[in-house]
């Protein structure tokens, strides 16, 4: 148990307003932070519902804006209610946006435009087209045409807030070449950019001559992952790859020849050459093998989590050393539970290297540890474990009564995620705050009642509940229409 000395938040606004704490920027953020989270999860503070909306598109978050109709209407929610920032005018289906980032200014960068220092949306339309589009305005400050040879469909960061990989749809070929037995050589593009200001790394194309018969690949931290449907994941080195394979050096704006047609690059209709086209196969980094390609890399040192690649080790999860690939002490990880929706698990996202496994009714957050006497080796153990409220009885053998009389005990064992019964759905990481957040639901009558509850993210103690009045089917989703709510501390 963590200490329970609350802070005074009274005492800690006068002396930041009497310039007691350091000049330092780092430091008076903490204490403006600590100061919120304070009043976060005080008693006192109670949350009401100040706005509701529907829409039938998804809606979307990110850093206090909420957008809708494919990021076409933007809404701030950091006032005590909900203003709409911006609306781009309505276009075609054609058109819409069909992924988007959120980029922030790098700090310490010196960048081209005064509009560069505020936040943009990197949108991805579904004509092909990346913009750049300002977070507040929703002005498109910038525009690249990316190519009429493949659909390009989502968004993804290489390297967060830097480097960003547009992923095209994976090419099956039209239904009657597959009928005739024609395949496609190229399975699917990857096109690689830095942002801010928008320079091009490549277009790298992913074919079946060179990797075989790839479900899907991606794009982490300079590593191309490339998945199969045996559960193999494969990793290569981007760098490696584009410097061996890169036919020529392409850069936005610049006039090019290309294949006999010569156009600007980045400008309809020419859009950007694939420009890296990899004949040979690359260095192999590393391979594993994983039941639905389930890989997960995290910890200090460096380790991964995979799942045995076998039907039945479903919700077995192993945590082995990258460097050797050998198990750690108590590295297989299994929540012996009984349920419809399998467990989950993955690297806390707090950079500490601790790991998180939520199961229905528990979540655990597990650390990594040298072993004593033997720092070669490292062992998995608990930090600590937070348990659904529920009743203790629930699974015990009930005796009924027959029409005769006659008591006759009944076998009556419920899954750890039957409905009535308390069970955890959503575990998330406010890394401002640092608190660590977990909805819990249980079933009542026709309705699922819900409370989110705010926990220390360094020890686990309960800090605050906040019930949800509405129906968690409700808040979650309702006949495919999305709901949205604002809630206010009052």
């Not at 505020?118 to 929703?138: D, E, P, Q």
Request: glycine share 6%; aromatic share 8%.
């Amino acid at each position: 148990m963590g200490p329970t000395q609350k802070p005074n938040v009274c005492r800690q606004l006068s002396r930041r307003a009497l310039g007691f704490f350091s000049r330092d920027a780092g430091v008076v953020q903490r204490t403006n932070l600590g100061i919120l989270r304070a009043l976060v999860c005080q008693e006192s503070t109670k949350f009401k519902n100040v706005w509701t909306t529907h829409s039938k598109s998804p809606i979307a978050y990110e850093r206090g804006r909420i957008y809708f109709d494919n990021y076409r209407c933007c809404v701030s929610s950091i006032a005590s209610e909900p203003r709409k920032l911006y609306e781009m005018p309505k276009c075609s289906k054609s058109e819409k946006i069909e992924d988007a980032l959120l980029w922030e200014c790098p700090v310490g960068e010196i960048l081209p435009n005064p509009s560069d220092y505020k936040s943009s949306l990197i949108a991805l339309t579904a004509h092909n087209w990346l913009f750049r589009i300002s977070a507040t305005t929703g002005k498109v400050l910038e525009k690249i045409y990316l190519a009429s040879y493949c659909k390009f469909r989502y968004l993804s960061w290489d390297t967060p807030q830097e480097v960003i990989a547009v992923k095209s749809a994976q090419n099956k070929g039209t239904v009657l070449a597959r009928q005739a037995g024609i395949q496609q050589p190229v399975l699917l593009y990857l096109a690689v950019f830095h942002v801010l200001p928008f320079s091009l790394i490549g277009i790298l194309e992913i074919n079946k001559k060179i990797f075989g018969n790839v479900t899907d690949a991606t794009l982490s931290h300079g590593i191309l992952i490339v998945m199969y449907s045996s559960g193999l994941v494969r990793l290569y080195s981007f760098q490696a790859i584009t410097e061996q394979f890169m036919q020529q050096k392409l850069d936005l704006g610049c006039a090019c020849r290309w294949g006999g047609t010569a156009g600007t690059v980045g400008e309809a209709p020419f859009g950007i050459p694939c420009n890296i086209k990899i004949t040979d196969t690359p260095p192999l980094l590393f391979e594993v093998s994983s039941l639905e390609n389930a890989f997960q890399i995290g910890g200090h040192p460096w380790h991964y989590i995979i799942t045995p690649n076998k039907k039945k080790q479903k919700g077995v999860f192993h945590i082995c050393a990258l460097k050797d690939n050998s198990l750690a002490k108590n590295g297989i990880q299994e929540m012996e539970c009984c349920s419809l929706e399998s467990d989950w698990i993955y690297f806390h996202p707090d950079a500490s290297g601790r790991i998180i496994h939520v199961g229905p009714n528990q979540v655990k957050v597990l650390k990594l540890n040298e072993v004593e006497n033997d720092s070669a080796q490292h062992q998995i153990s608990e930090d600590f474990v937070i348990l659904a409220n529920r009743e203790k009885n629930k699974n015990e053998n009930l005796p009924t009564v027959t029409a005769s009389g006659r008591v006759v005990k009944k076998n009556f064992n419920l899954l750890d995620d039957d409905p009535e019964q308390e069970t955890f759905k959503i575990v998330d990481y406010e890394d401002e705050l640092d608190l660590l957040s977990v909805v819990a639901v249980t079933q009542i009558d026709a309705e699922g009642k819900a409370h989110l509850d705010f926990h220390c993210n360094e020890y686990g103690t309960l800090l605050k509940s906040i019930p949800l009045v509405e129906s968690w089917d409700v808040v979650s989703r309702v006949h495919g229409i999305q709901s949205c709510k604002n809630f206010l501390c009052s």
